[in-house]
């Protein structure tokens, strides 16, 4: 199929011959397209086959011109327009000049050759970095970018340092975090209470014995604090977990080099390329068989691994000591934002970690690792953080001074200088006063690098989250965006579409334009307007909130919405089956009552529903993970028939897919095949409406497109179909998209507004 490719390349690729080597390589793979030079950076657009594009993107990385070394890629894939021949287009030099502030870089190949070499002067050195590598957004204190600007300003160059920093010729000129063990910062192992074990290569050293002896170690990194322990060994992995806090939800693992991640998960050479990229994020990878030895707590019933590799000397230098997996979690307590100074830590952290590995290098902003997956065969962003924050997104344009605060869980915020839109790192849930002191930080940081003065702020509509209290709070006219809305505007825009789109906008809940919990939507958007054109049947979740936690309180709710109060005689339900009698006495007062038990049209609480009666899951310890467990399960031989389901007046009614699904469960169908065969329905059903609604292009968005056997299928039904299906690449489908979403919505209400129609601007009291 053709495809346009966007790839926007940051680093140093001007004045290097960048653009000639471009023009060349897309001569002979003979590609359209061009290339152009900005203050931005260098942009490129390609037009051609999938196979040929992903060539092209291999070659410009390997091929590059001597000279130039790339900090930063972002691909994206967009519509074709037919495009003929290849040309260098003209220097953007117009136009609002936004100095960009490059995201932190993993160790370039010659800096970890120097680290490695005993005859260098930076041998065994765990913060060496040049100009083409190392740390930058989390040491940035305000621009431009120059050393008495950042964390290094404490720290005088000695005379070698100098001198490679000073001379035009060196691969350290102007390299503003330039260090070495002479002048630069040092490592030291702490105990618990703070006091000093060992110091530079000696504390890495007794570090990696701490992790050998299966003790907790927390490593004071780019971005913030990890929580190390041995990735094989099983006690150590369930301290970890029940001194976090953490029961269930995967942890993350490095490898010390790719030929180790490749012995235990099947590598693509896409994911390859994604492991090794500049960014480098965790990659969620499938596993091969469990021979090789990961305990088994790290990612409990999950066919899946978070995997990344180290992206600095100091990880580099542990993981070659240690020669074996580890978990490295970002150090929090759960829902906490991830701890940036030692100090701290050694508080926040002193019950979860036995020692400490530290420097004395400090980190201004927090910054996570990102996560991504491969879905569709493109790069799918969960979690968008380190090395690809805080760069703007291309979304077309999007009007100037919003500032977008995004909604509760994995908040981000985004703001746009020029049309320009720039989305923060993840923050995450904002349960805590801390998470959401960090989410005030990030505002006032964001602000104070790009000097954006918000002239309007815009909001999710739910009253109650602290973002959107933050918001109303600001003295400034607040707009307020629809949940559901801002998801499809997020997809739209990083899609670059215009005009009339349907957006499938389905994840656990948002608060929707009549109160309910929404969360299973077909909205037909055009620009400023959207329309619901269709959604899913709705059904009460007893205790409200606590359902978000027990698939089986979503259950009861939709099998109520089914048999009513006879549900309470039917017998072998596994959510009936999972409550005590005195539970069920008073779940089935709320429910007769309606007290207390909001409906909902949530996409994502049907698939509780189903973990539910198929007994997979009744409790949860994490968001989603009777959907996520729902996924694992599939055993898809393609032949299992979909379920029924009635689409009329715009209401979804999934009645016959649950009592067919009951049908299944009492003939003893396996779980998996009945999880197959409830995916396919729900591609199903997408297919059916956009055929009602007679709509060509189709966004898949929301939480629930997180789910690859889900929105493959999807993609792959509507484009059998005859429609054009688009889903998100550089921006989370979860709600760490929605800030994304509020910023261009804004803009969209902005510009009709100018044309005199109201919109719903209000003045914040
Ligand atoms: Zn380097
Ligand atoms: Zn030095
Ligand atoms: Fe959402």
Redesign the pocket.
């Known amino acids: 199929m053709t495809q346009r490719a966007r790839i926007a390349v940051r680093g140093a690729v001007q004045g290097v011959g960048f653009r000639p080597f471009v023009y060349q390589l897309a001569h002979q793979l003979d590609l359209p397209g061009w290339v152009l030079n900005s203050p931005q950076g260098v942009f490129i657009e390609v037009e051609g086959e999938n196979k040929i594009l992903e060539a092209f993107v291999v070659r410009l990385q390997k091929e590059k011109p001597e000279r130039s070394s790339i900090q930063s890629l972002e691909l994206s894939y967009l519509d074709p327009i037919g495009m003929n021949g290849f040309e260098i287009r003209e220097s953007e030099n117009q136009g609002e000049r936004t100095t960009l502030v490059l995201p932190d870089i993993a160790t370039c190949e010659v800096c970890l050759g120097e680290v490695l070499n005993p005859k260098d002067r930076r041998y065994l050195y765990p913060f060496a970095n040049c100009t083409h590598c190392g740390p930058r957004f989390t040491l940035i204190e305000s621009l431009p970018y120059d050393r008495a600007a950042t964390s290094m300003k404490r720290f005088e160059?000695?005379?070698?340092?100098?001198r490679e920093y000073e001379d035009p010729r060196d691969r350290r000129f102007h390299a503003q975090p330039?260090?070495?063990?002479?002048?630069?910062p040092g490592l030291e192992l702490w105990d618990g209470n703070g006091e000093t074990l060992a110091a530079h290569h000696q504390a890495l050293m007794e570090a990696a014995e701490t992790i050998r002896c299966g003790e907790i170690l927390a490593v004071k990194g780019l971005g913030g604090f990890h929580l190390v322990v041995d990735a094989g060994n099983e006690q150590a992995v369930t301290r970890l977990r029940r001194r976090k806090n953490r029961e269930e939800k995967p942890l993350a693992l490095m490898f010390p080099k790719l030929v180790d991640a490749k012995l235990v998960c099947e590598v693509s050479d896409l994911e390859e390329r994604i492991l090794l990229s500049p960014e480098s994020p965790i990659v969620v990878l499938r596993r091969r068989s469990q021979r090789v030895e990961i305990a088994p707590s790290v990612a409990p019933k999950n066919p899946f691994l978070g995997v990344m590799l180290p992206y600095t000397p100091l990880h580099h230098l542990l993981m070659n000591e240690l020669g074996s997996p580890v978990v490295a979690t970002s150090g929090n307590l759960s829902d906490e934002p991830i701890c940036i100074d030692e100090r701290e830590a050694t508080e926040r952290l002193r019950r979860v970690a036995d020692r400490f590995l530290v420097h004395d290098r400090p980190i201004l902003r927090h910054v996570d690792d990102s996560v991504v997956r491969v879905l569709a065969g493109r790069e799918l962003i969960l979690r968008r953080a380190r090395g690809y924050a805080p760069l703007p997104l291309h979304v077309g344009s999007a009007a100037p001074g919003i500032l977008a605060v995004g909604g509760h869980l994995k908040n981000t915020v985004a703001v746009t200088v020029g049309d320009n839109v720039f989305l923060s790192q993840h923050i995450g849930d904002l349960e805590t006063s801390e998470a959401y002191s960090a989410f005030r930080k990030v505002i006032a940081s964001f602000q104070e690098l790009y000097g954006a003065e918000p002239e309007r702020v815009a909001a999710d509509m739910h009253p109650d989250y602290l973002s959107t209290k933050y918001a109303a709070d600001q003295g400034l006219p607040m707009i307020s965006i629809q949940h559901h809305y801002a998801h499809v505007v997020s997809c739209m825009a990083e899609n670059e579409l215009e005009g009339r789109v349907l957006g499938v906008a389905w994840d656990g809940t948002g608060y929707g334009l009549d109160g309910t919990l929404w969360g299973g939507e077909f909205l037909l958007c055009e620009g400023a307007s959207f329309q619901r054109v269709a959604k899913f049947r709705d059904f009460r979740l007893p205790g409200g909130e606590r359902a978000i936690k027990e698939p089986r309180r979503a259950a009861l709710g939709a099998l109520h919405a089914i048999f009513g109060d006879a549900l309470f005689e039917q017998v072998d339900l596994a959510p009936l089956d999972s409550f005590t009698g005195q539970e069920l006495v008073v779940l089935r007062r709320m429910l007769a009552g309606t007290v207390n038990s909001p409906a909902t049209t949530s996409a994502g609480r049907l698939f509780d529903v189903v973990a539910s009666v198929t007994g997979l899951r009744q409790k949860c310890s994490f968001e989603g993970q009777a959907a996520m467990e729902l996924e694992y399960a599939i055993e898809d031989e393609g032949d299992h028939p979909n379920y029924p389901f009635v689409l009329s007046s715009q209401t979804v009614d999934w009645e016959p897919t649950l009592r067919a699904i009951l049908t299944d469960v009492e003939n003893k169908v396996p779980v998996g095949k009945i999880s197959a065969r409830f995916h396919r329905t729900l591609a199903e059903i997408i297919v059916d409406v956009a055929r009602q609604i007679d709509e060509k292009r189709v966004l898949l968005t929301g939480g629930c497109f997180q789910n690859v056997f889900l929105t493959e299928r999807a993609i792959q039904r509507l484009e059998a179909e005859g429609f054009r299906p688009y889903w998100q690449q550089r921006v989370p489908p979860n709600d760490g998209g929605l800030a994304l979403g509020q910023a261009v919505a804004a803009s969209y209400l902005l510009a009709r507004s100018e044309q005199d129609v109201p919109c719903s601007t209000r003045k914040a009291t």
């Open positions: 160059m000695c005379e070698a340092c100098r330039i260090a070495c063990p002479d002048c630069g």
